[in-house]
């Protein structure tokens, strides 16, 4: 089938099209004033009917008056062969044009929706609240159905994280994303959910959003009705956005997929295509993605050049493949130069030092910070030709915190053009091979009335840094844009820069985040059972070699707690945020085993193995587990088993996790950690136990086939 394009001074309708990949098939139309969702399925699954209309927006304000909008279908472009639809609506007065755009990016896996709005008017107007998606399927009562929501790690993971609940007549659910989640309640999601029928083959549909400002997503039960939305979050309200003359707004593009085999079925089949769809090419080309990493944290804002060589030295010598040079280089926050006392060499020699030695190096910068240094290249809250930059005024006393200041509204093109310049100059200066971003970087209020984002007109906005308010959906909207911006140029620039996504931990997790970076910050607490758990709520829906686990330093008087930290660390991206140079030798000896398996099996796993969470979230007390899977009729055994004192070979022979008396020996409680076998299929399993300080390790292998 070629490109069939449809054009008219107006069209009647058009329709049934269906758009499909290998997993979802969805079938539209497009009416005279609106288009529609006729049904979603799998295709060997349940089918998702709807009748009504999408919600297009009916009004717009010009000149501080509300003025109607009529909307009239114009073209349609039938290119499912390229794997796209879309449908084109026109107002002739006030003059606009809306793109209806849905498109199958991979063989497998969702689709993505985006609606695009043109101002076709030679004035500026402002836009109402114009959702990415909406949707009204048509399900009996009777049906059981369950809901599942993601948190996102943000500073410490919750005692609950993956939130599953039954979807039953009058229940209903609604979270919101912001550009930096906070601890308290409620929590935030990454911006994503699922819904699906109980019993039988589990299966169902699910949504995303992929953007990283401000969001929300819905869900409403009702009768025979199961209705929702998706898209920019609309309060406080009234949500408005600025449009000017020939400019066009574009909703957050959102996927919408169907699925069978549950809450992990759906989870390969995202993972893959995020994997695909999202995530840098070039990322999966490289077979040392994910690397293994050592980060100078360990040291803390004390780090200076000579502790810095030191652990890079080391980490050569313990197979590291890349050394992160956290907080704690620079001269000032905002003042993003080498500290000339600390760093005396420069940051950039340090680079040259871990390359003679085979490693890659990194860096932390929380550039959207601004401070109070005056020496030149620095960013300074009293500048004044950068302070209307600022989100909010400063009192001429004020003091930045070690390595937090003031954030900059970089959806403010001035801004915007500073920040694409000071990136570029830390790559080159600093030669480096990853930059990492930190803090809070993508505003959600902002005090100023010159900025592209509506103006907040006095309302009242919450707490400092947010200044949640009325305009806060747009600031982040500007910003989030700017941010994507921002970082595809310096890919183009730089196409072989690695990129962390740190939000002060996993408070910024989200799919439009996941495109324009290689790796998540899960979380901001690094201890074995914080690390475990985001782990286990982030991988249902992210690629396991995004997710960074930060191993910090735990209580390990016994070599099996040292592996178990180590462990709990080792299930996607792996950073050691530890002095490795403090290790005694039985600890060195521990560590270069472990990284020789992460490095030689595991990772060939995570990188390309499904995954699924066979046991309970880790709640510190049980067994828990996550586990790899890949098809593979050619791989050899992988030889005998490796052991340390507590073998248990019920675990290596089924791959599953118990918990029992048989469990617990002198030794404490055991822990499976990995277990790997081929024969027909390549697979393994990581269990965790803990009882206190009192634990113990195990490593197995088997060329058993797995049931």
């Given at each position: 089938?070629?490109?069939?394009?449809?054009?008219?001074?107006?069209?009647?309708?058009?329709?049934?099209?269906?758009?499909?990949?290998?997993?979802?098939?969805?079938?539209?139309?497009?009416?005279?004033?609106?288009?529609?969702?006729?049904?979603?399925?799998?295709?060997?699954?349940?089918?998702?009917?709807?009748?009504?209309?999408?919600?297009?927006?009916?009004?717009?304000?010009?000149?501080?008056?509300?003025?109607?909008?009529?909307?009239?279908?114009?073209?349609?472009?039938?290119?499912?062969?390229?794997?796209?639809?879309?449908?084109?609506?026109?107002?002739?007065?006030?003059?606009?044009?809306?793109?209806?755009?849905?498109?199958?990016?991979?063989?497998?896996?969702?689709?993505?929706?985006?609606?695009?709005?043109?101002?076709?008017?030679?004035?500026?107007?402002?836009?109402?609240?114009?959702?990415?998606?909406?949707?009204?399927?048509?399900?009996?009562?009777?049906?059981?159905?369950?809901?599942?929501?993601?948190?996102?790690?943000?500073?410490?993971?919750?005692?609950?994280?993956?939130?599953?609940?039954?979807?039953?007549?009058?229940?209903?659910?609604?979270?919101?994303?912001?550009?930096?989640?906070?601890?308290?309640?409620?929590?935030?999601p990454i911006p994503w959910t699922l819904v699906e029928e109980t019993g039988g083959r589990q299966s169902g549909w699910y949504l995303g959003i992929e953007f990283s400002g401000r969001t929300h997503i819905s869900l409403s039960r009702r009768g025979g009705s199961l209705a929702g939305e998706a898209g920019l979050e609309p309060h406080p309200a009234p949500f408005l956005t600025r449009l000017p003359a020939g400019g066009s707004f574009t909703t957050p593009t959102i996927f919408l997929g169907a699925f069978s085999d549950g809450i992990d079925g759906a989870g390969n089949i995202l993972r893959r295509w995020v994997a695909q769809a999202l995530l840098n090419p070039a990322d999966l080309r490289d077979p040392?993605?994910?690397?293994?990493?050592?980060?100078?944290?360990?040291?803390?804002?004390?780090?200076?050049?000579?502790?810095?060589?030191?652990?890079?030295?080391?980490?050569?010598?313990?197979?590291?493949?890349?050394?992160?040079?956290?907080?704690?280089?620079?001269?000032?926050?905002?003042?993003?130069?080498?500290?000339?006392?600390?760093?005396?060499?420069?940051?950039?020699?340090?680079?040259?030092?871990?390359?003679?030695?085979?490693?890659?190096?990194?860096?932390?910068?929380?550039?959207?910070?601004?401070?109070?240094?005056?020496?030149?290249?620095?960013?300074?809250?009293?500048?004044?030709?950068?302070?209307?930059?600022?989100?909010?005024?400063?009192?001429?006393?004020?003091?930045?915190?070690?390595?937090?200041?003031?954030?900059?509204?970089?959806?403010?093109?001035?801004?915007?053009?500073?920040?694409?310049?000071?990136?570029?100059?830390?790559?080159?200066?600093?030669?480096?091979?990853?930059?990492?971003?930190?803090?809070?970087?993508?505003?959600?209020?902002?005090?100023?009335?010159?900025?592209?984002?509506?103006?907040?007109?006095?309302?009242?906005?919450?707490?400092?840094?947010?200044?949640?308010?009325?305009?806060?959906?747009?600031?982040?909207?500007?910003?989030?844009?700017?941010?994507?911006?921002?970082?595809?140029?310096?890919?183009?620039?730089?196409?072989?820069?690695?990129?962390?996504?740190?939000?002060?931990?996993?408070?910024?997790?989200?799919?439009?985040?996941?495109?324009?970076?290689?790796?998540?910050?899960?979380?901001?607490?690094?201890?074995?059972?914080?690390?475990?758990?985001?782990?286990?709520?982030?991988?249902?829906?992210?690629?396991?070699?995004?997710?960074?686990?930060?191993?910090?330093?735990?209580?390990?008087?016994?070599?099996?707690?040292?592996?178990?930290?180590?462990?709990?660390?080792?299930?996607?991206?792996?950073?050691?945020?530890?002095?490795t140079t403090t290790w005694d030798s039985q600890q060195r000896a521990a560590a270069r085993q472990a990284f020789d398996l992460y490095k030689t099996r595991l990772r060939p796993l995570i990188r390309r193995a499904d995954l699924y969470h066979i046991s309970p979230r880790p709640d510190g007390i049980h067994w828990d587990g996550v586990e790899y899977f890949a098809a593979s009729a050619q791989r050899a055994p992988l030889g005998p088993p490796l052991c340390t004192p507590f073998q248990r070979p019920h675990l290596a022979r089924s791959g599953s996790v118990r918990h029992g008396a048989d469990g617990f020996g002198a030794g404490g409680p055991s822990i499976a950690a990995p277990v790997l076998g081929t024969?027909?299929?390549?697979?393994?399993?990581?269990?965790?136990?803990?009882?206190?300080?009192?634990?113990?390790?195990?490593?197995?292998?088997?060329?058993?086939?797995?049931?």
């Open positions: 089938m070629g490109i069939i394009c449809l054009l008219a001074a107006s069209i009647a309708a058009a329709g049934p099209l269906t758009l499909a990949t290998k997993d979802t098939v969805l079938t539209l139309s497009a009416l005279p004033a609106e288009p529609r969702i006729l049904s979603l399925a799998f295709p060997t699954g349940a089918v998702w009917k709807s009748e009504h209309p999408q919600h297009l927006i009916d009004k717009i304000l010009i000149d501080g008056k509300w003025q109607p909008v009529r909307w009239s279908l114009k073209s349609v472009n039938d290119n499912r062969a390229g794997g796209s639809i879309s449908f084109l609506y026109e107002c002739s007065k006030p003059h606009l044009r809306l793109s209806w755009e849905w498109q199958a990016r991979a063989r497998t896996g969702p689709l993505e929706h985006t609606i695009r709005i043109t101002n076709l008017e030679n004035q500026v107007v402002a836009l109402p609240m114009q959702s990415s998606f909406t949707f009204d399927w048509a399900v009996p009562s009777s049906k059981q159905l369950r809901y599942v929501w993601i948190e996102k790690g943000a500073g410490t993971p919750a005692p609950q994280g993956t939130h599953e609940a039954p979807l039953a007549d009058g229940d209903g659910w609604e979270a919101a994303s912001s550009t930096y989640a906070r601890d308290g309640e409620p929590r935030e040392a993605y994910p690397l293994l990493v050592s980060n100078s944290w360990g040291s803390g804002m004390d780090i200076d050049g000579e502790k810095a060589r030191r652990m890079i030295e080391d980490a050569g010598k313990l197979g590291f493949e890349m050394f992160h040079l956290d907080a704690g280089w620079f001269r000032g926050v905002g003042d993003w130069y080498s500290h000339p006392h600390k760093f005396p060499l420069g940051v950039g020699s340090l680079a040259d030092y871990a390359h003679s030695l085979g490693l890659k190096f990194g860096l932390w910068v929380d550039w959207t910070q601004a401070g109070i240094a005056t020496e030149g290249g620095a960013l300074s809250v009293h500048d004044p030709e950068t302070r209307d930059w600022l989100t909010r005024d400063v009192a001429e006393d004020w003091k930045p915190e070690p390595f937090k200041g003031i954030t900059i509204d970089i959806g403010y093109p001035p801004a915007a053009a500073w920040c694409s310049r000071e990136l570029d100059r830390l790559v080159n200066d600093f030669h480096l091979d990853m930059l990492e971003h930190d803090g809070y970087l993508v505003a959600e209020g902002c005090l100023r009335n010159d900025h592209p984002h509506v103006a907040c007109n006095g309302a009242p906005l919450g707490p400092e840094p947010w200044l949640e308010g009325p305009c806060s959906t747009d600031v982040s909207y500007h910003a989030a844009r700017a941010y994507y911006r921002l970082y595809e140029q310096l890919r183009r620039r730089h196409p072989r820069l690695l990129l962390e996504a740190c939000n002060d931990g996993g408070r910024m997790v989200d799919f439009g985040t996941a495109a324009h970076a290689d790796y998540f910050s899960i979380t901001d607490t690094y201890d074995p059972l914080s690390n475990r758990r985001a782990f286990y709520d982030a991988s249902h829906v992210l690629p396991a070699p995004m997710l960074e686990c930060y191993v910090e330093r735990y209580p390990a008087a016994r070599p099996a707690a040292f592996l178990y930290m180590l462990r709990s660390g080792m299930m996607g991206w792996c950073t050691i945020m530890q002095d024969r027909l299929h390549s697979r393994a399993s990581l269990a965790f136990g803990l009882e206190g300080s009192r634990v113990a390790a195990t490593t197995g292998a088997t060329d058993t086939t797995y049931s």
